[in-house]
């Protein structure tokens, strides 16, 4: 049974650039968030995904978008990076609906920008 | 919005003593979640708490909840060095899995 997958598993960038980060859910899931943790903090939600539509989103910027595909897969898109973008992105998995159950986590992605 | 605390922020303590760790949320929620990471890993999830005097025990790790106070409570019984890790409690805002974080424990255990 695969887990949550991330993609890549560490991203160097610049000021300004823009980064895509890519994560694939736990098999029999429909339903994707994506978190952003900084250094020595907890998870802050970013956005959620279903049926290929933002659900929910958190407190962030308009410079933070995503994607959902027809097979569950998510996209994180962030445009125009700052310093401050610089932390470890998780992606987390569960089945909409099943109230019962937690949010499972991917690895992440560990995103430098210089 | 809602405020997810977590004390203490730090523990350090020795093997075979038991502690407790709290967490206060500032909203009505019946559910809540405990999470553990390890330095440089991702979220493993410990317990999840749905509803008013639940507990759960898992191993020297006991979960419980109490919704009318807004607290959960995560007690180590019997510590041992491979518990030394960051533990988070999440709560559910109850819009479906939108997880607010608690500011995390860093708990290490000395010998």
């Known amino acids: 049974d695969a887990g949550v997958t991330q993609s890549p598993t560490h991203l160097i960038k610049t000021r300004g650039q823009q980064v895509t980060l890519r994560c694939s859910p736990k098999s029999g899931h429909d339903t994707v968030s994506w978190y952003q943790q900084a250094l020595g903090q907890g998870p802050q939600f970013i956005f959620q995904y279903y049926e290929e539509e933002e659900r929910q989103r958190g407190n962030f910027p308009d410079r933070f978008s995503g994607h959902q595909f027809p097979n569950y897969s998510s996209e994180l898109n962030v445009n125009a990076l700052l310093l401050g973008d610089s932390a470890l992105y998780l992606c987390?998995?569960?089945?909409?609906?099943?109230?019962?159950?937690?949010?499972?986590f991917g690895p992440g992605t560990r995103l430098t920008v210089l | 919005e809602l405020k997810v605390e977590q004390n203490p922020l730090f523990l350090s303590m020795q093997e075979g003593k038991n502690y407790t760790i709290y967490c206060n949320y500032s909203t009505t929620s019946d559910r809540l979640y405990w999470y553990r990471q390890d330095p440089g890993k991702s979220l493993e999830s410990l317990f999840v708490l749905l509803s008013n005097g639940a507990v759960k025990q898992e191993g020297r790790l006991m979960a419980s909840l109490d919704t009318k106070a807004r607290l959960s409570t995560l007690h180590i019984t019997a510590a041992v060095h491979d518990l030394s890790a960051t533990y988070f409690c999440a709560v559910d805002k109850g819009t479906g899995n939108q997880f607010y974080f608690g500011t995390g424990t860093s708990l290490t255990v000395i010998p």
């Open positions: 987390a998995s569960n089945l909409l609906g099943v109230g019962t159950d937690t949010q499972y």
